[in-house]
């Protein structure tokens, strides 16, 4: 187990909505990530925050914005959800921004419809 | 989005024999690191590599960071039905610290 948790572990959204996902980070790390995994590929870099500040984007639109709060947990929000959102959110932690080793949560499982 | 060139796609093979697979980029990269990752959970981290050429073990699996820093490689040795899952090798490099990430490699382990 690697200490990072993300909630809710599953959840079904209706095209338009907004959705809000959630990560605890692992002890001691200061560092948080977010991928879009869709079935059958692997991770996409969504954004990464480092002591509440954005360091890294990826290539997602602007409906894809996150926060980083003071004991380094983290959100991913998603506005005007479309279809093709419909993925595994994973959150990953790590002790500094340079990114040593990233630890996953079990992810979040988001369902479009 | 860009994404590592990780081969074979899957693998079918019998307890006790040995696996390889690799990934291959056209960016250099600064660090590369395995995981598996099982239905319905996040990647675990197997192994992190840091500089070009290292050779680091975890057991029964091994992993290498290619010279050219554009390739890495992972055995894993008397395979078992356990190590069953999906590999992914992912690499980091410049100032993004984003991971990029290979399309998997799916094992299967006939007991």
Known sequence: ETGVTQ?????IKTRGQQVTLRCSSQSGHNTVSWYQQALG??????????????????NFPPRF???????YSSELN????EL??????????SQDMSGTEAFFGQGTRLTVV | GQQLNQSPQSMFIQEGEDVSMNCTSSSIFNTWLWYKQE????????????????LTSNGRLTAQFGITRKD?????????????GIYFCAGRGGSNYKLTFGKGTLLTVNP
């Open chain 1, 7 to 11: 909630s809710p572990t599953h959840l």
């Open chain 2, 39 to 54: 239905p319905g959970e996040g990647p675990v981290l197997l192994i992190a590599l840091y500089k070009a050429g290292e």
């Open chain 1, 41 to 58: 590929q692997g991770p996409q870099f969504i954004f990464q925050y480092y002591r509440e500040e954005k360091n890294g984007r990826g």
């Open chain 1, 84 to 93: 093709d959102d419909s993925a595994l959110y994973l959150c990953a932690s």
């Open chain 1, 78 to 81: 998603v506005n005007a959800l």
């Open chain 1, 65 to 71: 914005s996150g926060l980083q709060f003071p004991n």
């Open chain 2, 72 to 84: 890495s490689f992972l055995n894993i040795s008397a395979s078992i039905p356990s190590d069953v």
